[in-house]
């Protein structure tokens, strides 16, 4: 059996656990600007570069994932959230993000590895901090600082050196803008093709307000229209705000993909300084309504969560059945803004 059959087998069975939040625990280390730089000869400040400590702290790495493997989790990500040239231009670090990419899914495919238990990599790849669908300049609304096949090329350094690292899955997460999706997408495809194999995808959109949307402007259904022709192994929604402002959108999303549901809420809102205070047990109880209303495969933490909140979620999540999986139906699916659908 493949990987994705072995992973829907055991979804058909149970809820799915995802790791949480290593943004959250790579602050509480409170590390020092040459901590994160560890003699590297890089000219800017690579002080919250969280994906270069793959290379400069791996001890570090290793323990938080670690304590996530250690919280009963299923699903391991990698450390890479911001690991493409784009991003890392920020930093003045793009000729490293092949290494950072093969050490973070090193590190977390030792971590998965490490006792025995069946546990699987997903190489995460976020969404860039530019967007192809708007404008940075509002005096030029058709300007782009970066066109289709740029970001597509970005993507598809970062999934070959994620899949030489040693990763099950690619996770393109937290989702703002559509088609830097389809950008990831297509990288993630063409790589499949070049490696003659099979490369599952899993995909997980964010809002970007309580009506439903991304910054593009997609609903969440409009959202599965755009994607789903890539057959992804997982369809989802992450970050965004806590469990409960999440609910009414994953459940249209449930409502209509015909693939398994991941998703993974924030601890909910922060504070004014910018930090979670939502308890594990208060983040486990909502998700705990998700899973009573069948709207999910796989469950975990996105920003502020830590393993004590996948401890607490995993403990809701034990026993309890998966979202049943619709069938496909026989009709067009097609996206704007919203989705139009016409019917056989």
């Given at each position: 059996?493949?990987?994705?059959?072995?992973f829907?087998?055991?979804?058909?069975?149970?809820?799915?656990?995802?790791d949480?939040?290593?943004?959250?625990?790579?602050?509480a280390?409170k590390?020092?600007p040459?901590?994160?730089?560890a003699?590297?000869d890089l000219l800017?400040?690579?002080?919250?570069?969280?994906?270069?400590?793959?290379?400069?702290?791996?001890?570090?790495i290793?323990?938080?994932?670690?304590?996530?493997?250690?919280?009963?989790?299923?699903?391991l990500?990698?450390n890479?959230f911001?690991?493409?040239?784009?991003?890392q231009a920020?930093?003045?670090?793009e000729?490293?993000?092949?290494?950072i990419?093969?050490a973070?899914?090193?590190?977390?495919?030792?971590?998965?590895?490490r006792?025995?238990k069946?546990?699987?990599?997903a190489?995460?790849?976020?969404?860039?901090n530019k967007?192809?669908?708007?404008?940075?300049d509002v005096?030029?609304?058709?300007?782009?600082?970066v066109?289709?096949?740029?970001?597509?090329?970005?993507?598809?350094?970062?999934?070959d050196?994620l899949?030489?690292?040693g990763?099950?899955f690619?996770?393109?997460?937290?989702v703002?803008?559509?088609?830097?999706?389809?950008?990831?997408?297509?990288?993630?495809?063409?790589?499949?093709?070049?490696?003659g194999?099979e490369?599952?995808l899993?995909?997980?959109?964010?809002?970007?307000d309580?009506?439903?949307?991304?910054?593009?402007?997609?609903?969440?259904?409009a959202?599965?229209?755009s994607?789903?022709?890539?057959?992804?192994?997982?369809?989802?929604?992450?970050c965004?705000?806590?469990?409960?402002?999440l609910?009414?959108?994953?459940?249209?999303?449930?409502?209509?993909?015909?693939?398994l549901v991941?998703?993974?809420?924030n601890?909910?809102?922060?504070?004014?300084?910018?930090?979670?205070d939502?308890a594990?047990?208060?983040?486990?109880?909502?998700?705990?309504?998700?899973?009573r209303?069948?709207?999910?495969?796989?469950v975990g933490?996105?920003?502020?969560?830590?393993?004590?909140h996948?401890a607490?979620?995993?403990?809701i999540?034990?026993?309890?059945?998966?979202?049943?999986?619709?069938?496909?139906?026989?009709?067009?699916?097609?996206a704007?803004?919203?989705?139009?659908?016409?019917?056989?």
């Amino acid at each position: 059996m493949t990987q994705s059959q072995v992973f829907r087998s055991e979804a058909t069975r149970r809820i799915l656990i995802k790791d949480g939040a290593y943004g959250t625990l790579i602050q509480a280390e409170k590390l020092s600007p040459e901590a994160y730089c560890a003699g590297m000869d890089l000219l800017k400040d690579q002080k919250g570069n969280n994906d270069l400590l793959n290379l400069t702290q791996p001890d570090v790495i290793r323990s938080i994932c670690g304590r996530f493997a250690d919280s009963g989790v299923d699903v391991l990500a990698t450390n890479t959230f911001n690991a493409n040239r784009i991003s890392q231009a920020d930093y003045g670090a793009e000729a490293l993000v092949g290494e950072i990419n093969r050490a973070a899914a090193r590190i977390t495919r030792e971590v998965a590895d490490r006792d025995g238990k069946t546990r699987w990599v997903a190489g995460a790849l976020g969404p860039t901090n530019k967007t192809l669908s708007l404008s940075p300049d509002v005096n030029d609304p058709a300007f782009r600082e970066v066109d289709f096949d740029t970001v597509k090329q970005v993507y598809r350094e970062q999934v070959d050196a994620l899949v030489e690292g040693g990763v099950d899955f690619i996770l393109v997460e937290t989702v703002f803008d559509t088609l830097n999706a389809k950008a990831a997408v297509m990288a993630v495809l063409e790589a499949e093709q070049a490696l003659g194999r099979e490369l599952p995808l899993m995909v997980s959109m964010t809002l970007t307000d309580l009506s439903g949307r991304n910054l593009s402007g997609h609903t969440v259904e409009a959202f599965w229209a755009s994607i789903r022709h890539a057959r992804p192994l997982t369809i989802g929604l992450n970050c965004s705000f806590g469990a409960a402002q999440l609910r009414p959108h994953l459940s249209a999303l449930a409502g209509v993909a015909d693939a398994l549901v991941m998703a993974y809420p924030n601890a909910g809102l922060p504070n004014e300084l910018g930090e979670y205070d939502e308890a594990a047990e208060e983040t486990a109880a909502q998700v705990g309504e998700w899973i009573r209303d069948g709207l999910v495969n796989v469950v975990g933490g996105c920003c502020g969560t830590t393993p004590a909140h996948i401890a607490a979620i995993a403990r809701i999540a034990a026993g309890k059945p998966p979202r049943t999986v619709p069938q496909p139906r026989r009709q067009t699916l097609l996206a704007g803004l919203e989705p139009m659908v016409i019917a056989a």
